[in-house]
């Protein structure tokens, strides 16, 4: 079948925050703008986001808080492996960011004289805006939707491999990496609804994919989050970064043993109003474990709680909200949730487990949203732009999709207005086959993450979770959206099995039981490309070493 032919400046793969957002500025920017989303418009996990969006407004802000308080709290939680650079530019431009979400029509819960602020983990400060109590991503993507009106989106669309053209050439030294490849990404190979093949040509592909939350058996994220943009960078040669930061939230809802794939959240912002974690005997959790106790950042209670669960053998531990009189009111997500397993958080504490939550690594970049790849640029969780380190601060992931988004269009805008030819493309090209990759079977990758690569992980187990996918890869042609998917799943299971095995050390959301120090050593960015061979090799780098190439 001849593959459908469409031609884009810009072709931004994803349809949550973070590619609205960068569709929507470069479609005002002038450049003719396609998004491909593998679902429905909105099932990706921006709409699944409840706490909010961590922002201090210039006219609206607790007293004494500042941008630089914001900064301070996230470099506190990213266990010293976030860039500070990047992570001073981002929050300083969250302020026009949400400004401009405004505008494009999102509805915040208001307070007298402002909009409501709460807390969360890792805060030192009420900062984070909210929308509908706890159901901030459905608002913000909602009005990103209603907002893209004539920005084209093609929904049911699966994105399989980017297209690269250029000359092939050696990239020696960068990085400390040796080895080829083509010199730019050229557009992208998609699937459309009914399975036929087609290609877009564009001269700059912006992956904004979300993360890989459906790597581990239970998680927060819904079916969507396969990794596939941190697949398709990877063998498109580009490098990525931190990728054994996977974070765990600490409360999601235990709704009984077993439970796959995605559970409800329960937002941090319950602790931020005062609930408190127990154990089933009703001892506090978090007294003596940190300072700021139930709002310690989210690597420190959940390690706390994994310790807990650990020591008792319980399946889950309590969240005691019953203080908060108006909880169906202020949050009505969780409420919903909670009556449909028949629990009424008003009177009864609420069963919780931490669950596979956020990718702190992912794609490098730099502060624009530039691959090492030229021509491909990422936003929003499959990047890892410097922000989050070792451990994301709550809420910080919502205000990163709107910067960077709007960051990487403009910096398209630029890089399109000079000239620009697009080279033929060299590999997968109309006509030629569909690429056949190594998948393991996905129920075996998720268990095996979730034994070997989880909370508390050690180099026995991690070893073991390698061999296990090792023996069970296949080659398989990747020629459906469940291919597609458990082929990228498959890699990042690799590729997170590689990170974690070669971090000798625990700091963050990465917990090792043989190494439970913090290793100053380590405090450097953890470097992983794949070869062209197919071999995943990490390096480290320090931090000093900001942006790609
Ligand atoms: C939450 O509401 O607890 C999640 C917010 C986040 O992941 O940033």
Not at 100 to 119: E, H, N, Y
Request: aromatic share 4%; hydrophobic share 45%; charged share 20%.
């Amino acid at each position: 079948m001849n593959p459908w032919q469409a031609d884009a400046d810009l072709v931004v793969i994803g349809s949550g925050v973070a590619g609205l957002t960068a569709a929507l500025e470069a479609s005002e920017l002038g450049l003719r703008v396609l998004v491909v989303t593998k679902d429905a418009r909105d099932a990706g996990s921006t709409r699944w986001a409840q706490g909010g969006i961590a922002v201090v407004l210039e006219d609206g802000h607790e007293p004494g808080d500042s941008v630089r308080k914001h900064v301070a709290d996230t470099l506190a939680a990213a266990g010293g492996l976030a860039d500070p650079e990047s992570v001073a530019t981002i929050l300083a431009d969250g302020p026009a960011a949400v400004a401009q979400l405004r505008r494009r029509g999102a509805v915040f819960d208001p307070a007298p004289g402002g909009l409501a602020l709460t807390r969360e983990g890792g805060h030192t400060a009420f900062r984070v805006v909210h929308a509908g109590g706890d159901a901030t991503g459905a608002e913000v993507q909602r009005a990103l939707l209603a907002a893209a009106g004539e920005v084209p989106i093609l929904a049911e669309h699966l994105a399989v491999q980017v297209l690269l053209g250029g000359g092939e050439q050696p990239v020696s030294g960068e990085y400390g990496y040796s080895h080829t490849r083509h010199s730019q990404a050229v557009g992208v190979r998609v699937l459309d609804e009914r399975g036929h093949p087609g290609i877009v040509h564009a001269p700059a592909v912006l992956l904004a994919t979300g993360g890989y939350g459906q790597l581990f058996a239970s998680t927060t994220n819904p079916d969507t989050a396969t990794g596939d943009g941190l697949a398709l960078a990877l063998r498109a040669g580009a490098v990525a970064a931190d990728l054994e930061f996977v974070q765990f939230h600490p409360t999601v809802l235990y709704t009984g043993p077993g439970a796959r794939g995605r559970r409800p959240l329960v937002t941090e912002a319950v602790r931020g109003h005062g609930a408190v974690l127990v154990d089933g005997a009703g001892r506090r959790v978090m007294t003596g474990v940190h300072p700021l106790a139930d709002l310690a950042p989210r690597d420190v209670v959940s390690a706390a709680i994994a310790r807990r669960l650990a020591a008792s053998g319980a399946p889950c531990v309590y969240l005691d909200a019953t203080g908060i009189a108006d909880f169906p009111t202020r949050f009505p997500t969780v409420h919903a949730a909670c009556a449909a397993i028949g629990v009424d958080p008003v009177r009864d504490p609420i069963p919780v487990s931490p669950a596979a939550h956020y990718s702190c690594g992912g794609v490098l970049t730099d502060p624009a949203g530039r691959t090492t790849v030229p021509g491909l640029y990422a936003a929003g969780e499959v990047a890892r732009s410097g922000l989050h380190g070792a451990n994301r601060l709550a809420s910080n992931s919502l205000l990163e999709g709107l910067v960077m988004g709007r960051r990487a269009a403009s910096v398209v805008a630029a890089e399109l207005a000079g000239p620009r030819p697009l080279p033929p493309v060299h590999r997968a090209g109309p006509g030629s086959g569909w690429p056949v990759f190594p998948v393991a079977d996905r129920d075996l990758v998720q268990r095996t993450m979730s034994w070997g690569a989880a909370i508390g992980r050690d180099g026995a187990g991690l070893a073991a979770a390698s061999d296990a996918i090792e023996s069970a890869l296949l080659p398989r042609p990747v020629i459906d959206r469940a291919g597609v998917e458990d082929a990228a799943l498959t890699l990042i299971a690799q590729a997170v099995l590689v990170a974690a095995g070669t971090r000798t050390e625990s700091r963050g959301c990465h917990v090792r039981t043989d190494f439970p120090e913090t290793d100053d050593t380590y405090q450097r960015r953890s470097l992983l490309v794949r070869l062209v061979d197919g071999e995943l090799t990490v390096r480290p780098a320090e931090l000093t070493q900001v942006g790609a190439a």
